[in-house]
C-alpha cells in the first residue's frame, strides 16, 4: 500500500530524514518511532503529499505521491497534533464541512458520520460546538474527520499526545476497530512506546536514518526478553564484576539495565549470585519496546 524509495529531505545543510525506504502492505499497523527531532513527522508529511521529498520517491496504493499528489490525497486520512477543527462549529457541522472539501454531498456522508459518531461514542455530542468538548473527545472527532472520505490510509502522528490513560486507551480501541473494520493501513508515531506494542511491524529512526525495523516480538527477541534491573551505590563496580559487554547494559542514572536472551536463563541467576551481597535491589522483569528505544537511542552499533 505504501511503497517509500530511498526517500531524503534537506534542509539547509541537515538531512531531516536520510535515504529512508518502507514498505508497509495493506490493512498493516506500523509505527513509525525514533527521539524528538529524528524525523518522524517530516517522513509522514513527505508519504501524506505535504512536503516534496528532496530525492527519492514514494507510491501510496500504486499511484506516484509526487506525480498524482490529488488523486493520492483521496486515498489518504491525516491527523495531527494539531487539531485541524474549527472549535465555533458543532462536530457535524465540522464534518459536513470537511466532506464538503472532499467533494462528497451531505446526504452521502450522513449514514457513515452517524456511524463513526456511534463507535467513538459521540452522538449524543454532535450538535455541541467542539470548543465546549474534552481533550479526548476533541482528538476523537479529528480521527473521525481524518477517516470520513473513506481512505485506505490513516496517518496519525502522535494523535494521544496530552491525552489521560483512560482516553488513550479508548482512542486505540477505536483505530483498531477501524483497521479491523475496513483494512485500513494505519501509520502511527508515538512517544508513548507501549502504543506501538499492538503495531504489527514498526521501524525507530535516528536522525532521519532507518535503524531497526520488525515487529515489536521480532525486535524484543533481538535485543533480549529480560531485562535485570540493578540498584545499588557502586554500579560501575557491578559492571566489572559481571564482566558485561558494553551493548550489553545500560545506564539509568543510578539502575544498571542489564539485557538477558532467553537461552540464558542462567545468567539471571548468575548476575543474582555475583551481586547478591554488594546491591539495593536486584529486579527481574520482560523487556519492552521502551528498552528497544533506549538502547537504540544510545547505543551506536544497535542491538543486534
Ligand atoms: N521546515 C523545516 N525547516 C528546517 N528544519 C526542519 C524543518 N522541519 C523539520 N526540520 C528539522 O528536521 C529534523 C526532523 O524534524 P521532525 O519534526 O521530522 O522530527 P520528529 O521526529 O517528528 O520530532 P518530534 O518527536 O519532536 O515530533 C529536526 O532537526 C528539525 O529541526
Ligand atoms: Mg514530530
Redesign the pocket.
Known sequence: MIQAKKITKV??D?H??DQLSLDIPQGQFFGLL??????????IHMLATLIRPTSGSITINGLDVQSHPQQVRRDIGLVFQESALDRMLSIEENLYFCAGLYGINKDAITARMNALLDLFELQSKKRAPVGSLSGGMRRAVDIIRGVLHSPKVLFLD?PTVGLDLPSRRKIWRFIRQLIDDHKLTVVL?T?YLEEAAPCDNVAFIKL?KLVSEGSPEELLKELGKTIVEVDGPNVDDYIKKLNLKTEDYMLDGRTLLIRVHEPQHDQVVQIQTTLRDSVDVISVRKSNLNDVFIWLSSKDQGIS
Open positions: 534542509y539547509g541537515q531531516a530524514v525514533g527521539p524528538n527531532g529524528s524525523g518522524k513527522t517530516t517522513s502522535e508515531t512517544h532521519g
